[in-house]
């Protein structure tokens, strides 16, 4: 018998999807690039609002914003059909559901749960220097994020995390960081560009022009730069 169509309040829900019978939902890692390909590409064609998301072997998690477009309920049933298509396809499975009844759907309302679960999703340790393939954590570090993060970041604010208030603009350095370059490796580009520099410069001028390029065509971030430098961030800020 088929489902009736599920009715979610606005709000941001954690979305649990498990595989059929303890079925693996993701065997290879090419099943969980495949999930990830289609999050984005249902993510744009149906509107909904993917804040973040971790894919397991046994599970799919999602943090979806409802709108009160029912915009959840038709991203989970396209993504679905979409994705047991594949595994009949992949595996030639026998006919039949590829999940466990229907996804799971739990709404949050605390701010500093959200930020503890995109946490959660995005790092395997407490001290958050271990990161989680198969995770949308590159999307809090990158220029041009593709999913809808702002509610996340709205979340930290409200949260205060890590004791940092509303410097979210900081935390967002800070994660990006983790993927750049090393302060090593800052500090020793920052010396070549210094050496590099027209003779006729002084010191804190050709070191001002080393910051403004590794800003600026290196997109190292202000707090990297401040930090390896030691020239304030207001100061660095001002460079262009």
């Not at 994020?145 to 970041?153: G, H, K, Q, T």
């Not at 070549?192 to 065509?217: M, T, V, W």
Request: aromatic fraction near 10%; charge should be neutral.
């Amino acid at each position: 018998m088929p489902h009736t169509a599920r009715h979610f309040q606005p709000g941001i829900y954690h979305i649990v999807l498990r595989g059929y019978h303890h079925f693996p939902l993701f065997q290879e890692a090419e099943d969980k690039e495949h999930y990830i390909s289609l999050i984005y590409r249902f993510r744009k064609k149906t509107g909904a609002r993917v804040c973040a998301f971790l894919i397991q072997d046994s599970a799919a998690h999602l943090l979806m914003e409802e709108d009160g477009k029912e915009s959840i309920s038709d991203f989970m049933r396209r993504i679905g059909i979409s994705y047991s298509r594949w595994l009949r396809k992949q595996y030639i499975v026998e006919e039949g559901p590829a999940f466990r009844d229907r996804f799971s759907a739990a709404r949050m309302t605390d701010p500093a749960g959200i930020v503890r679960l995109v946490s959660a999703f995005h790092y395997e340790d407490e001290a958050k220097t271990i990161l989680r393939p198969f995770s949308s954590a590159g999307e809090y570090y990158s220029m041009e994020p593709r999913l809808d993060i702002e509610p996340v970041l709205e979340m930290m604010r409200l949260a205060g995390n890590r004791g940092k208030g509303s410097d979210v603009q900081g935390l967002l350095e800070e994660t990006r960081e983790m993927f750049a370059y090393s302060d090593e490796e800052v500090r020793l580009m920052l010396q070549e560009l210094c050496e590099e520099a027209d003779y006729s410069l002084s010191p804190e001028e050709a070191q001002h022009r080393a910051l403004r390029i590794l800003k600026k065509d290196f997109r190292i971030s202000v707090r990297q730069l401040s930090r390896v430098s030691g020239v304030s961030k207001s100061s660095i800020d001002r460079l262009r």
